[in-house]
């Protein structure tokens, strides 16, 4: 594994870490990860940090849904362009072109149930390439980002078999 991944590995399992914490499992000296960590930031493949946040601990809580958008293409719009045109709008949180049944996954956020939908409805529905919208509410979340939830308690009970 180069540098630049074994950096990029650990960045992801906690963007926390500080040069001296990266230098130190790396073996490399903290010069040396500053400026990979500068590299990868100038070349884009570092977009941000950013906390990985069990909404459900938090009040109120954030209504999240989890949307397939299907799509017809002409000769004059393509994929792309409908990806830049959705991901401008500030409640889409992901958007990914996908192999499969739909075109597009789309992930995003609002305060209430109505409020999504009226997104959906209102926004995402009229654009007009897409033909197809698909929105599954999102009812708990297990793991995101390689970050299971949980209370951190294991069920310590026996089972008992008749």
Known sequence: MSDREE???LLRENARY???D???QTGLDAEEVEAVVEELESEGVIKGYQAVVDWDKVEPE???AAVELNVTLDRETGYDDIAERLAKFP????LRLVSGD??????VEGDSMSQVSRFISE????VPEITQTVTHYIMESYKERGVEFGDGHDDDRLS???
């Open 7 to 9: 950096i990029l590995a």
């Open 18 to 20: 500080s040069t001296e």
């Open 22 to 24: 990266l230098a130190r």
């Open 62 to 64: 954030r209504v999240r």
């Open 91 to 94: 409640e889409v949180q992901g």
């Open 102 to 107: 739909y075109d597009f996954a789309m992930e």
């Open 123 to 126: 926004k995402v529905a009229p």
């Open 160 to 162: 008992i078999s008749p």
